[in-house]
């Protein structure tokens, strides 16, 4: 292990820790050297001296959170975010790792891309692992090298924004998922059902006027998926932004089967339905769109019941002249890296009365299987010293100005939220500590 | 509804005072006002109410008799018209609605009156002007002043409104004016019907205001009604659909045997263009119970009402 030119400790004390993996949710101390974790124990018990101590009191101590879906628009797209202001937003909202979609442009195809994100260069404040397109230019027709990208430091690979449509296409990408061991991320959407449409349809859509996305866009791409992925042994997909309770059901079915197959959910889905789209306020455009109510209530039981594998924000950011146009012109999106933690407390702690202890799974344990995150997702002894401390009872109002994003398209501004990140920590060293 | 609670709307700005939107936001006492004061409207006798005001006409569709009844409309009161078209305009080189609309403002526009191909777009810059906003028909969402005036035109030959049963028959999915004339009839207390095929009256319409039904049978819609409005049907829409225009036409075309079915005096109206031979017969278009030409005259007086209304005149 290199050692880090200078020697740096730090001891967490007081805090109650939540670590799903090594199944402690009970006081305890956590001492960080190095990069590493080096000791977990009851309080007091960790002697010697550290650099820096950490009173975390009446605070919970979790594994550093991971994002599994964030545009961070580089290269290409600085006008909406760069790596530097993105993990910025994703250290202010708690998240130690954030995996990138490669819609940018250029669209992250190649080795040599994937690379430069993770050059030091672009000023990321926490980990950043790319998840590559999984065909050239996201075109939907030739398969990128897997297993090139896999090496340069790629997760995954996906056509997020848009979805492999192609069944020979993804039934390739899977068969090569099962050889390399390397996730295949869906954007699940039959385009073909969805043209000229900007919200769910249903009953909000009709009175809007607005052409509305069918859900069964979504379940018909998640459910071919699972069965593609089934034919080939190892093969693994996992469904990006799941919105659906139709969807759901190919996603228990294939988990009855043993299937590697898994899939995240977004604050804004589980938080908002499509009710909520008032006023043509294109904050509240996004894609997938906010469902129905019943679809949102599908969400929060299958959040609870394990079916659901990890929270992703989909933080997208746009520039306001993307999004203050008419409603169909506006751009799809929304930033939500800092808003996820309040969400996750406010809804599925505040009124679902979800554990904490699955949530802090959702954010960690979870998205860390999802994508072989190695020593992350975890506090074990030897894990990477990712750090998240949160005041689960903080009670706090969300300001969008105030965002460390360079975008503020977010539905939550000025919303009151219960749980507030207050710390986070990344390789040892703090990178976020509320003001 | 959401489980968090705002400290204020995220929208943040209300549309300027005076602005015309759409029904389903309008209090009752907001529509008799305008029938009222439309009342009080005579074309013939202009009354120079907005003399002085500068009444903008923003158009990014096609329009003859909206745009037509507006203009006349602004002049009767007094007030000077400009006509910006989509086309031949700064819109054509890709300015955004926003811009173009502080542009008008700040050439002197008072009231901008806008026909758009977006659902929404009048609400858009409503909330980001200090001048009133009236929505001329904006995508499928809403036409509130097609709305006003069909319900002035019945008015003119029904004593109340509460008691009417009313046929809505055709497209409702894509019209914008179904959409406000349900929420109108809503309010108002009328019963409404709407009929048409499933592809063109979702079974979810019936969520679009209280007290609505929806019939399959043409013959059961019309039976007994005050009024039945007929909707146009576009031929590329049924196309769209893999509806057959015969199938269309047996089953919901309005020809002389059906509107027999309706009340002696009923009336039939339709908000134009017609198209003759596809939703409604030839016959029908011009037999003595069609008030659509009076439609397109009642326009103007109610449009003044508006106006005026929007400049804090009546
Ligand atoms: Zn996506």
Known sequence: MKQSSQSHSLLIRNGHLIDPVARVDALMDVLLRDGQVVEVAPPNKIRGGADEKFDAKGLIVAPGFIDLHVHLREPGQSYKETIASGTAAAAAGGFTTVCCMPNTTPVLDSPEWVTWVRQPQRGAVVNVFPVASATQASKGAVLTDFRALQRAGAVAVTDDGKPILNETTMRDALRTSAEINFPIVQHAEDTRLTQNCSMHEGATSLRLGLRGMTDAAEAVIVDRDVQLAQQFTGARLHVAHLSTAEALKSVRRAKRNRARVTCEVTPHHFALSDSDVRDYDTNFKMNPPLRSAADREALLEALADGTVDAIASDHAPHAPHEKIVEFERASFGVTGLETALGLAVTVLHGRQKMPFARIVELFTAGPARVVDLRGRGTLLRGSHADVTIFDPKKRWTFDATKSRSKSHNTPFDEWQMTGKIVATIVSGRIVYRSG | ?314
């Open chain 2, 1 to 314: 509804m959401s489980t968090i609670t705002k400290t204020q709307a995220a929208v943040g700005r209300s549309a300027a005072r005076g602005s015309i939107l759409g029904i389903e936001g309008m209090p009752l006492s907001e529509i008799d006002r305008l029938l009222q004061l439309a009342r009080k409207m005579n074309p013939l006798k202009p009354r120079p109410l907005l003399r002085g005001k500068r009444v903008l006409l923003l158009f990014y569709e096609p329009s003859t008799r909206t745009r037509a009844s507006f203009e006349i409309a602004a002049k009767a009161l007094g007030a000077t018209t400009t006509l910006i078209l989509s086309s031949g305009s700064s819109i054509e080189k890709g300015e955004s609605l926003l811009d173009t609309a502080y542009t008008l403002r700040a050439v002197g526009a008072d009231v901008i009156v806008v026909r758009h191909p977006n659902a929404g777009a009048p609400h858009l810059m409503a909330r980001h002007l200090d001048i009133p906003v009236i929505n001329a028909g904006d995508g499928m969402h809403e036409h509130p002043t097609q709305a006003l005036l069909d319900a002035y035109t019945m008015l003119r030959h029904k004593k109340k409104l509460n008691s009417l049963q009313v046929a809505i028959v055709g497209d409702v999915y894509h019209s914008r004016v179904a959409r406000s004339a349900i929420h109108l009839l809503s309010k108002v207390g009328a019963r409404t019907t709407l009929c048409g095929p499933p592809e063109l009256v979702p079974e979810i319409a019936a969520t679009l205001a209280p007290g609505l039904r929806i019939s399959r049978s043409c013959e059961e819609a019309v039976r007994g009604a005050d009024v039945v409005m007929v909707l146009r049907v576009q031929r590329e829409r049924l196309a769209g659909l893999k509806l057959s225009l015969p199938d269309y036409i047996s089953r919901y075309q309005i020809t002389m045997t059906r509107l027999r079915l309706a009340k002696n005096d009923a009336m039939l109206m339709h908000p134009g263009p017609i198209i003759r031979g596809l939703e409604l017969t030839w016959d029908v278009a011009d037999c003595p119970q069609s008030v659509i030409v009076e439609e397109v005259s009642n326009g103007v007086p109610l449009r003044m009402a508006v106006l005026a209304r929007a400049l804090g005149k009546g």
